[in-house]
């Protein structure tokens, strides 16, 4: 069991990283107000959300404790990112506001990850 939640950690991990790493290479384009969401931004939120879901399930059922609160906090910090890069996916363009708000989320939800024990 330890080893299938590892490898949902691993795919939990890089979908984060698609996310983050989509925001930061616009990170010019915002500041010349041509910033765009990614398709790899959705795809990374959309793994980020599968596999969270599937972790706590798993370790739920290898009776480890899950903080719910923790887990809903991260819930709703990704389903407004998921909401927010799913809406505007098709746009040209994207207010500076919108994409510095999902980029503050996703930082935000990693540091909520590591820091909240």
């Known amino acids: 069991m330890d080893v299938l939640i590892h490898v949902f950690v691993a795919l939990h991990i890089i979908g984060i990283a698609s996310l983050l790493g989509g925001f ?3 990170l010019k384009a915002m500041s010349d107000g041509t910033a765009r969401f990614s398709p790899a931004m959705l795809h990374g939120a959309l793994t980020m ?6 972790l706590v399930g ?8 899950v903080n719910n609160i923790k ?16 809406v505007k996916r098709d746009e ?14 996703t930082t935000a939800n990693i540091f909520i990850a590591v820091l909240w024990t």
């Open 49 to 54: 959300l599968v596999t969270g879901a599937i």
């Open 24 to 26: 930061l290479t616009q």
């Open 92 to 105: 040209e363009k994207v207010e500076n506001s919108l994409f510095g708000l999902v980029g503050g989320l």
């Open 71 to 86: 887990i809903g906090v991260k819930l709703a910090l990704l389903v407004v990112i998921l909401g927010l890069v799913y």
């Open 58 to 65: 798993l370790n739920q059922a290898d009776d480890q404790t």
